[in-house]
């Protein structure tokens, strides 16, 4: 393994291995970067949830810290004019879609949602975004675990979780746009399309979009 | 791989052979009459299958030895169906709206007697004493045709005419140059990407040829989606083997052994062109193995796109290609290191490969006298909207709007009044009259807020609302986001439900800079170039037309009367003559009636708003007026 570079996050110096990606290199530093779909042991991140933004001095624009390598002695900004707009402005636009219930919540004291707002002092009602809640039907038929699409932040980490952890591969996404969403092969309820009821897409989400029934009814 | 040095017959002296050959078999037909008639896609929507029937029967009928060819797209759409008709004693006569009547009327003065029917000829091919040719109009004046040179003259099904306009010369060159010395060659041209962000050419081939891993491939980008952009079409129909002769170069200059031609579904005939040139280029060893006896080999198929316009973007084309979702991803990596198969790969839009041979033929030099310094060369445009003369366009880098609309397109169409012009389709911006004397490249388009993108020119009068041509190209690339990043799925439909809001006269006043702000993070937040351009429309129309948004919203009126929820349409009593009955007859929804004294009126909660009465009311009445803000009293 390539020996330890020197870094600069926020004033902070900090140790990382070049090549390492920059949230995982922040996030073990102890400084908190918002993220939904960064996933550590994926070499192609999807770069999908644009909550990761970071300034790099040298660099014009904000970056994903999710797709960018750690290069000796960059230095690194997690907050910014520009970073705090492009955070806030994608938190609200996900929030504008997402069924948030956070008393009825099972996730309520677990949920990245909640602390991306705690540590970015973001407000969890979204005033001046249309709603664009859809009413779609929850999938309960797992028994021990329910999903409720209206709750999915589409970060994908379910889908790579029933893949790679659980080596079983039945969750992924289907349909384009707004439609997009996370289900099974044609759309069928989770429990017979194979599912071993393993929890790992649980444990994976996020947000509320998959919870255990324990939780719910504790 | 063999050097030419080594070789025992050089690819230029196979090459040779091939053209004489090719040369031979069209020599009978050059003595004879021949009629051409251009039916690519463009050709058949005007009926152009129907005169080419026509021809054949008349011809056959009065058993006259007369070729009829198909050919391409000559350009100028607003004259479909074109014909081209060559008899030996005249010059080549390019005649426009040949309907079956003209197809057999060409027939019987022309061909059997010697009347070239001049009256309705458009222009000569070659330079002659009785009739103009097409540099003789200032749009033929303006143009400079490179790329679109042999469209609409030469039949695209028929290797034989290409390699006899010296076509697949270029490729012979290129495969006794060393592949290092075809790519600095292509540098040195600076050639840039004309699929709309016009990345140097050079370069990716460079980074593509110099990145590690075998094999390489090459990919032609023909998933043409923007609305209104048909010049990679109208290329594939009329000249496919100039395509394939730029992506065999691009192949042997970056070392790729397999290549791909991206050509969305919905252009079948643009398909069965290729393929057709794909077998014929096969057949003389032009494509396969050991290529004009240099040892380089490379094959290469059609991949048919499933109509998602995401799929222009080249990672998400990838992806497509290898089976997966048409979804964008994190670039870098870029495809020319790592790309199809995670392999290094080079993909370049139909117009780049298309200049490809013009600059192995003629050399850099040559490419670099046309066009600006920074992006030398020819543009392709679709004009399209509200311009006199629609069609294909192909001009200098650096030409101005102000001569494309009006010397090139004649002006506006029916003499009205020029409003706007939205360059780059989904992904431009909207420039008003102001920007009329910009010099289009892609720099100074970059500059102005709208962008070249894949060429097409939309232009716009006062009878366009600029919040609704917002809206509607909004509304397409909502539809069209493939809903992987937040902000583009989420932001641009935010964007939308703002712009339908307004033009349907709820909009509020705080919603401009909302959507302003949205517009920017969208920009500046999405993964790819469709969500990064999509707020172009958006932003360019509100720096520029602002004050159309703000009496959408404080005065619930549409000033260009086009926004359906804010009209009223009504029926000017003193206009009306009760004499004619047109206006109620053509109200398919009974809401226009005849009042007592004869006069015409429209009952407002029965109208539809079809525009219907407005268009049949003859115009030396023009009785029926659209009124904004709408008037529910008005004519009841």
Redesign the interface.
Do not use: V
């Given at each position: 393994m390539a020996a330890k570079v020197k870094i600069t996050i926020d004033g902070r110096e900090i140790e990382a291995s070049p090549g390492d990606r920059l949230l995982w290199a922040a996030l073990d530093s102890g400084i908190y970067i918002p993220h939904l779909c960064g996933i550590r042991e994926e070499n192609h991140p999807p770069a999908s949830c644009r909550l990761c933004f970071v300034e790099i001095a040298g660099m014009p624009n904000p970056v994903t810290s999710c797709t960018q390598p750690v290069t000796a002695g960059m230095v690194v900004y997690t907050r910014s004019s520009q970073v705090d707009r492009l955070v806030r402005r994608g938190f609200q636009l996900l929030l504008s879609a997402y069924h948030l219930r956070c008393g009825e919540c099972p996730k309520n004291h677990t949920c990245e949602i909640r602390r991306i707002a705690k540590e970015r002092g973001l407000k969890l009602r979204v005033k001046d975004l249309r709603p664009l809640d859809r009413d779609l039907p929850v999938d309960a038929s797992a028994g021990d675990f329910v999903y409720d699409p209206n709750r999915c932040v589409l970060c994908g980490q379910c889908a790579w979780a029933c893949r790679h952890r659980a080596g079983v591969g039945i969750l992924g996404f289907v349909r384009r746009g707004m439609e997009r969403r996370i289900a099974t092969f044609g759309e069928a309820p989770i429990l017979a399309s194979g599912c071993t009821r393993c929890g790992e897409c649980v444990k994976a989400c996020p947000a509320g979009g998959l919870t255990f029934q324990k939780e719910a009814s504790g | 791989m063999k050097t030419a040095a080594t070789l025992e017959v050089a690819p230029d002296q196979i090459y040779r052979d091939l053209q004489h050959a090719a040369r031979q078999r069209l020599t009978g037909e050059k003595e004879e009459p021949l009629v051409m008639v251009g039916t690519a896609t463009c050709g058949r929507a005007a009926g152009a299958l129907d005169t080419l029937a026509a021809f054949k029967e008349e011809i056959v009928r009065r058993h006259l030895s007369v070729r009829v060819r198909e050919v391409g797209c000559l350009g100028d759409c607003y004259l479909e169906p074109m014909v081209i008709i060559q008899k030996p004693g005249y010059p080549p006569f390019i005649y426009g709206e040949v309907d079956e009547g003209k197809a057999r009327r060409l027939v019987a003065d022309f061909l059997v007697n010697d009347d070239p029917c001049l009256e309705f000829a458009m222009a000569a091919l070659e330079p002659n004493d009785i009739f103009p040719t097409l540099a003789d109009y200032p749009r033929g004046f303006y143009e400079q045709r490179v790329i679109t040179e042999l469209c609409g003259i030469i039949d695209p099904t028929e290797i034989d005419q290409y390699l006899d306009h010296e076509g697949y010369a270029a490729l012979a060159r290129a495969l006794s140059m060393d592949p290092g010395e075809v790519v600095a060659q292509v540098k040195e041209s600076k050639l840039r990407g004309r699929g709309g962000a016009g990345f140097p050419t050079g370069l990716k081939w460079e980074t593509c040829r110099k990145a590690p891993g075998t094999p390489k491939y090459v990919i032609c980008n023909a998933d043409e989606g923007d609305p209104g952009a048909f010049m990679d079409r109208a290329l594939l129909e009329s000249n496919p083997h100039q395509v394939l002769e730029g992506l065999l170069i691009a192949a042997y200059a970056v070392g790729a052994s397999q290549g791909y031609i991206y050509v969305r579904a919905e252009y079948p005939l643009a398909v069965e062109r290729l393929k057709t040139a794909l077998d014929q280029a096969r057949q003389r060893g032009l494509l396969g193995e050991n290529i004009l006896g240099s040892g380089f080999s490379l094959d290469l198929a059609v991949f048919q796109g499933s109509g998602?316009f995401v799929c222009g973007e080249e990672t998400a084309l990838i992806a497509s290609l290898e089976g997966r979702?048409g979804?964008p991803?994190?670039r870098p990596p870029f495809p020319a290191v790592s790309g199809l198969y995670g392999q290094p790969t080079v993909i370049n839009n139909v117009k780049t490969l298309s200049y490809v041979p013009h600059i192995l033929r003629q050399g850099p030099d040559w490419f670099r006298g046309i066009g600006t310094t920074d992006s030398p060369g020819t543009a392709v445009f679709a004009l399209a909207g509200k311009v006199a003369n629609t069609g294909m366009v192909e001009v200098p880098m650096g030409t101005t709007l102000r001569r494309l609309v009006f010397d090139v397109g004649g002006g506006i169409k029916d003499g009205k009044e020029f409003k706007a012009v939205l360059i780059g389709g989904p992904s431009g911006g909207c420039l008003p009259e102001t920007a009329l004397d910009l010099a289009i490249d892609f720099d100074s388009l970059q500059q102005a807020g709208a962008m070249m993108g894949s060429g097409g020119l939309v232009v716009l009068d006062a009878d366009d609302c600029m919040v609704e041509i917002a809206r509607f190209f909004l509304e397409f690339t909502?539809?069209?986001?493939?809903?992987?990043?937040?902000?583009c799925?989420?932001?641009t439909?935010?964007m939308l439900?703002?712009l339908t809001d307004i033009t349907k006269g709820r909009g509020k006043p705080?919603d401009l800079t909302?959507l302003w702000?949205?517009a920017g993070?969208v920009k500046?937040?999405?993964?790819c170039g469709l969500g990064k351009t999509a707020p172009n429309p958006v932003l360019s129309t509100l720096r520029h037309f602002r004050h159309e948004y703000e009496v959408h919203i404080d005065e619930g009126r549409c000033p260009a009367r086009m926004c359906q929820d804010l009209i009223t349409y009504y029926i000017v009593p003193q206009k009306c003559t009760k004499l004619c009955n047109v206006c109620v007859g053509s109200c398919p929804a009974e809401a226009v009636y005849t009042r007592p004294d004869g006069i015409k009126a429209i009952n407002q909660e029965l109208c539809i708003k079809c525009n219907n009465c407005l268009v049949t009311c003859p115009p030396e009445h023009q009785a029926v007026v659209k009124i904004s803000p709408p008037s529910p009293a008005e004519g009841a």
């Open positions: - | 998602a979702p979804i991803s994190h909502q539809k069209e986001s493939c809903g992987k990043c937040t902000f799925r989420l932001g439909k935010q439900e703002i705080e909302l702000e949205l993070d500046a937040g999405s993964l």
